[in-house]
């Protein structure tokens, strides 16, 4: 099992930046593919940013220019380094990850964080 944890939510005014971090432990073999999802209240979960084994990365229309997803293989963390924070960014940030399995027909396995709160204020 692996499991997901994130930090650096919190409240920031509208313009500020936060940096989220979620690091993976227990039974990580080699991440895949590192993805930062997003759920603001009465809405659906939608997908913010994510990151190949590679580094390419992909990004929201709503966040392109203002949010950048790096990873560290070495210690098996992926961050989401967010700036000029509006309003409209409030949310619960959800880390999840994939990787393939150590069966002997490995399959790809995804996992999630608990979720971090971020509210901007106006």
């Not at 409240?11 to 080699?30: D, I, T, W």
């Not at 293989?73 to 959800?94: C, F, I, R, W």
């Amino acid at each position: 099992q692996v499991h997901l944890v994130e930090s650096g939510g919190g409240l920031v005014q509208a313009g500020g930046s936060l940096r989220l971090s979620c690091a993976a432990s227990g039974r990580v073999f080699s991440i895949n593919g590192w993805y930062w999802y997003r759920q603001a209240p009465g809405k659906q979960r939608e997908l913010v940013a994510d990151i190949t084994r590679n580094g390419l990365t992909n990004y929201a229309a709503s966040v392109k220019g203002r949010f950048t997803i790096s990873r560290d293989d070495a210690k098996n963390t992926v961050y989401l380094q967010m700036n000029s924070l509006k309003p409209e960014d409030t949310a619960v940030y959800y880390c999840n990850a994939d990787q393939f399995d150590d069966s002997d027909d490995p399959i790809l396995v995804d996992y999630w964080g608990q979720g971090t709160q971020v509210t901007v204020s106006a």
